[in-house]
């Protein structure tokens, strides 16, 4: 069950099963996840999208985060182009994501 701010607000889910039989823990990806998103909070890295939630079962890992319509790599590949001032805002918005 997923939980965001917005009740209506979609959530993107990723799944990763664990191969049946195997104790394997995820506690060290879980801490370094944490660790990530301490570091770049909405309010100081507004370009940056990091996980929100980690939940680990004994048959799967699950991570949150907000749902987006398209990744960027969709968007500069899709019909209509973009125009040469949308790429230089791009351009401008992943340059400010790398300095965050």
Same mark, same amino acid.
Request: aromatic share 8%.
């Given at each position: 069950?997923?939980?965001?701010?917005?009740?209506?607000?979609?959530?993107?889910?990723?799944?990763?099963?664990?191969? %049946?039989?195997?104790?394997?823990?995820? @506690? @060290?990806?879980?801490?370094?996840?944490?660790?990530?998103?301490?570091?770049? %909070?909405?309010?100081?890295? %507004?370009?940056?999208?990091?996980?929100?939630?980690?939940?680990?079962?004994?048959?799967?890992?699950?991570?949150?985060?907000?749902?987006?319509?398209?990744?960027?790599?969709?968007?500069?590949?899709?019909?209509?182009?973009?125009?040469?001032?949308?790429?230089?805002?791009?351009?401008?918005?992943?340059?400010?994501?790398?300095?965050?």
């Amino acid at each position: 069950r997923c939980a965001t701010n917005d009740s209506h607000a979609p959530v993107a889910v990723k799944v990763y099963l664990k191969a %049946p039989g195997t104790a394997l823990s995820l @506690r @060290r990806h879980a801490a370094a996840l944490r660790e990530i998103r301490r570091r770049l %909070p909405a309010s100081a890295c %507004p370009n940056v999208l990091p996980f929100e939630a980690f939940r680990e079962t004994d048959k799967a890992a699950f991570l949150m985060r907000q749902y987006v319509h398209t990744t960027l790599c969709e968007r500069a590949g899709a019909q209509p182009r973009l125009m040469p001032a949308e790429v230089r805002w791009l351009a401008y918005q992943l340059l400010r994501a790398l300095d965050q």
